[in-house]
């Protein structure tokens, strides 16, 4: 998966991942209102507009990006109907040949990780039959458990050659609180960062290993030094956009074959027709203003790129 | 909810918590072919198979232990199906007025986390109406993004009265991995309990606060440094029984009152039925056996707080 997804940013230009982050306050007025006349103002009607929203927003941008993310904690929060939602955004983005990036955080131990590996990227066994739950390409992971938590996830992605993005150095202001800790002179992501690499030597695709990292784009001095300690580590960047980090900010996470990183947008994409920017698209047209934001997105990281 | 908690542990004597963890392996033939009879070798059997075991151990259980603790991954791997089983386990062991305790181990940062934090703890808003997707009492939360993963938790606690256990120390061989490193002469996990006892002073129940930690019954001479590092804090202590914890490691955990901290068993309590001890009771009576572990369970714990 991890060679597909080298594959579509090379044909899309864009290492550009949509971050699919459904804030009901992010969903225009009269698609709110359309689920809700059909399912009232429930949590499945909630989850039917996240749902619509999503496909609005992925049937505007599918051919312009390699990948999504879903953030599964915005569908979470709606329950148990929330989570089909997720689940039916999953399939919807995988029919439209879009990698998807689970945003799921997940970390545990033995069985336990193993669960949550098999719920999201792997197949579960239900007497003679198996089921593939949630089936996302790629997941994100906590590292904090150690191997135990990250290995059993390394063990689907080799059955099913999926990948895992490793949480290194998150981009939100008290990362630091833990993960910029001085041990042996060197800070905890950076320890964090060679057990990445050290994971993704057991499963390495064409030119990159399926395990990857998180390194925010609000850190870009530290994504140089990351780039190094995982040469061979895709490394996924949130924080582009609304939380601050910007174009000339991240070339520092890309290798001279200018891959090695793929840039996250949520708010700033999905959310695009409540931006000045984009104001003249309105709410009517909400999928064509995220188009246009992943345009701008796609042409500021193509303008850092040349400029490195 | 911690007054709630420490009441009930008083009255029951029974400082436990008992995993409702449920692989498909754990559930007696008899009870696998019921449900697949009625929903197919489908997600919904698996998940009507999970939930009718639950029920069964809820039953023999629930007047001598104060709390259960579901492991929401051992239902997610159904997909939606094993959440909704999730959900209906919940509600039926409030149902019973056990306090419940979601190990969900989330984190994740800003609206993110406060999306966790509503789904699992709080109410969420839906045009004119608010719901409570799964409602825990408890949730355990995973501390490696800092402040800005916790403080939203924080703030649903406080409106509602609920709690969090944050990991500090995890039961597993390799926590060691990050948590041990030594920062400034402490290993990271201690940094991480001092940071529990701040975030903790934010919302004091009676004798204990909202904000409790997780410490592995695997590491007793750890358990000993952070009960004093965090005396407010509930240490919840998973690692007995199966994975290697004994009554005799436990006191360490405690206060002086004999509270401040709850044991989870999981497998050793809901599996019971197949191991040696308890074979006697036979799969179709797994529910008796489960209750003859508890006890068994009780008597171990409280022998050691004696002798403490």
């Known amino acids: 998966m991890i060679n597909k997804l080298v594959e579509k940013i090379k044909k899309t230009e864009a290492p550009i991942v949509v971050g699919l982050d459904p804030m009901l306050a992010y969903v225009p007025e009269h698609v709110q209102q359309k689920a809700f006349a059909q399912y009232g ?3 499945e009607g909630a989850a039917e507009a996240i749902w619509q929203f999503n496909k609005e927003i992925v049937d505007h941008v599918c051919d312009l990006v390699p990948a999504v993310k ?3 904690a915005m569908y979470e929060q709606f ?5 089909a939602a997720f689940q039916k955004t999953v399939e919807y983005c995988k029919s439209k040949d879009l990698v998807v990036i689970g945003d799921i955080k997940r970390g545990d131990i033995g069985s336990t990780s193993a669960a949550y590996a098999i719920g999201h990227l792997g197949k579960v066994r239900v007497g003679s039959r198996e089921y593939a739950p949630f089936d996302e390409d790629f997941a994100t992971v906590n590292p904090y458990l150690g191997s135990d938590g990250v290995n059993p996830f390394i063990k689907v992605c080799q059955e099913e050659k999926k990948g895992i993005f490793v949480l290194v150095k998150t981009s939100n202001p008290s990362s630091g609180e833990f993960q910029d800790r001085r041990i042996e002179n060197r800070p905890l992501y950076e320890h964090v960062g060679e057990m990445v690499a050290e994971w993704g030597e057991q499963c ?3 030119s990159y290993s399926y395990v990857g990292a998180v390194v925010g784009a609000t850190y870009p001095e ?9 040469p061979k580590a895709y490394i996924l960047v949130p924080g582009y956009g609304a939380q601050g980090g910007q174009g000339k900010d991240l070339a520092h996470f890309f290798n001279e074959d200018g891959l090695g990183a793929i840039v996250n947008s949520s708010r700033g994409i999905i959310a695009a027709y409540k931006q000045d920017a984009y104001a003249q698209f309105g709410p009517e047209h909400f999928g064509e203003a995220s188009r246009a934001a992943v345009e701008a997105m796609k042409a500021d990281i193509q303008s ?5």
Request: no cysteine; hydrophobic share 45%.
């Open 222 to 230: 530290i994504g140089k030094v990351m780039r190094k300690v995982m």
């Open 79 to 83: 329950g148990v109907p929330g989570l």
């Open 41 to 43: 103002e429930t949590l």
């Open 204 to 206: 390495m695709g064409d």
């Open 304 to 308: 850092a790129l040349n400029q490195k």
């Open 70 to 72: 879903p953030q599964i």
